[in-house]
């Protein structure tokens, strides 16, 4: 329903009133100040790209570090902003001069900034300064924009344009550049590069692309309100200007949009698929400490490493595989890498065992295992019988030249304990044969079960002496 005809004009000038009260046009000696600040920091000089290159090494090592201290170093130290607010005004004014400048100076500053994030990236790959098992998580933060950067960036390019007009609040262009973050995405371009991560490096490039034109836009918009337009721009030119810009702004929520659902739907499977590898793992007293999925065509792929109180057999990972693709519907394979570890609760102190014995035994120990027999591995050898009953042993004082022992799960795997020169250990059942050694399995003092060489372990022999009751 329209309004009536003489009310129209009415509010239309009400409107305009409050616009104007709340957004008061700046001076003209203010619009020129402006403009010269942003020609002067537009200008693809000396200064600007040294800042760049800098601002470049700060941003990727702290990137590499995974240190989000330095990369908001990085941020402070960028100059990329000013090009980006100088394109908006010099697309509101019709200044081609302005336009060209800032043009010229971010995309060289761009280009410089990958190029110096992938030499370095690089050259960690052949001189590791920086140990990289994967991706640190401050890179991968940046490979995922959304609609809430594109709003981020719009509230920040607001506020940058105007800290930048108005010289009493021009203290908070430090925080506007940290929160829009142009130096990192670039940076994180030229990690995936040097890396062959091209979803990377296309992520990150994005959302550099999403923060520039949306601060260009909102700087575009401030500069209107506050009266940079002259009036022989401020009709068409402006608004044709201000639309071409809303355009391109509207257009990058496509990509962002297309690109949040496919990340929040992917997040939403991997954790279903924590939480059925959670429950079917638990069913065998297991402990999921780490897990991978991968999606190779309809087959999922995980390895999962668990914590558990006793050796799972080949059966029961065949089950726990059988397991999870009947509750995911899906082709499952997996990979368990198992880490045995003993309960021990303070709440809860051992049972103690009285043995009553005949005589009284004293442990003497000796240097060199008794009764031992050295193994050459051959195609006709068989690896020597497990011990019938469990023995005592001690690790020489004198053994690995008094340096501590590896006690590990298995034979060539993972180290689950440290073993002292001196400590006694128990001498289970089990014995292996490995790289030409003989393994005993074994159980310390701290009740943790793994396996030594059988040359590191020298028996406890023990001798009895008889014991005199008095007489009655």
């Given at each position: 329903?329209?309004?009536?005809?003489?009310?129209?004009?009415?509010?239309?000038?009400?409107?305009?009133?409050?616009?104007?009260?709340?957004?008061?046009?700046?001076?003209l000696e203010r619009r020129a100040e402006v403009q010269v600040q942003l020609r002067d920091s537009c200008t693809p000089d000396f200064?600007?790209?040294?800042?760049?290159?800098?601002?470049a090494v700060i941003a990727t090592l702290g990137l590499l570090t995974n240190s989000a201290a330095v990369i908001i170093g990085a941020m402070l130290v960028a100059?990329?902003?000013?090009p980006i607010i100088g394109i908006g005004l010099a697309s509101l004014i019709g200044d081609a001069r302005l336009f060209s400048d800032s043009s010229v100076a971010l995309?060289?500053?761009?280009?410089?900034a990958i190029l110096m994030a992938a030499l370095l990236a690089w050259g960690n790959r052949y001189l590791?300064?920086?140990?990289?098992?994967?991706?640190?998580?401050?890179?991968?933060?940046?490979t995922h924009p959304s609609p809430i950067d594109l709003t981020i960036a719009l509230a920040g390019g607001l506020a940058a344009a105007f800290a930048l007009a108005m010289p009493s609040i021009s203290a908070a262009l430090p925080g506007v550049a940290i929160a829009t973050a142009l130096m990192p995405p670039l940076c994180t371009v030229g990690i995936g590069i040097a890396m062959g991560r091209w979803d990377v490096a296309g992520g990150a490039l994005l959302l550099f692309l999403t923060n520039a034109v949306t601060i260009a836009f909102s700087g575009m918009l401030v500069f209107f309100a506050l009266g940079f337009a002259p009036k022989r721009v401020a009709g068409k030119r402006a608004t044709r200007a201000l639309a071409v810009s809303a355009v391109f702004t509207l257009m990058l929520l496509v990509p962002l949009s297309i690109l949040s659902a496919r990340f929040f739907r992917n997040a939403t499977e991997n954790r279903q698929i924590n939480i059925v590898v959670q429950e079917e793992v638990a069913h065998f007293e297991a402990e999921l400490t780490d897990l991978n999925p991968i999606q190779e065509g309809e087959t999922l792929h995980l390895t999962a490493t668990l914590r558990v109180s006793r050796q799972l057999r080949y059966e029961d990972v065949v089950e726990l595989q059988q397991n999870i693709a009947l509750r995911l519907q899906r082709p499952v394979s997996i990979v368990v890498n198992q880490v045995v570890a003993a309960r021990l609760d303070p709440l809860i102190p051992p049972t103690l065992t009285v043995t009553p014995t005949a005589a009284t035994f004293t442990p003497t120990t000796t240097s060199t295992?008794?009764?031992?027999?050295?193994?050459?591995?051959?195609?006709?050898?068989?690896?020597?019988?497990a011990t019938a009953t469990p023995q005592l042993a001690q690790i020489p004082r004198n053994s690995n030249n008094g340096r501590t022992l590896d006690l590990v799960q298995e034979p060539g795997g993972p180290v689950v304990g440290q073993i002292r020169p001196g400590d006694f250990v128990t001498v289970l059942y089990g014995s292996k044969v490995y790289e030409g050694l003989v393994w005993w399995e074994i159980m310390d003092a701290e009740g943790r079960i793994g396996w030594l060489p059988q040359i590191q372990l020298a028996v406890v022999t023990y001798t009895p002496t008889a014991t005199t009751s008095p007489g009655p």
């Open positions: 329903m329209s309004l009536p005809e003489p009310v129209q004009p009415s509010l239309r000038s009400m409107i305009r009133h409050i616009v104007r009260k709340a957004v008061k046009p700046v001076t200064a600007f790209f040294l800042l760049v290159l800098l601002s100059p990329l902003m000013s995309a060289r500053g761009a280009l410089l590791p300064f920086v140990t990289l098992q994967e991706l640190p998580a401050e890179v991968l933060s940046r295992p008794t009764a031992t027999v050295t193994y050459t591995p051959s195609p006709t050898s068989v690896p020597p019988t």
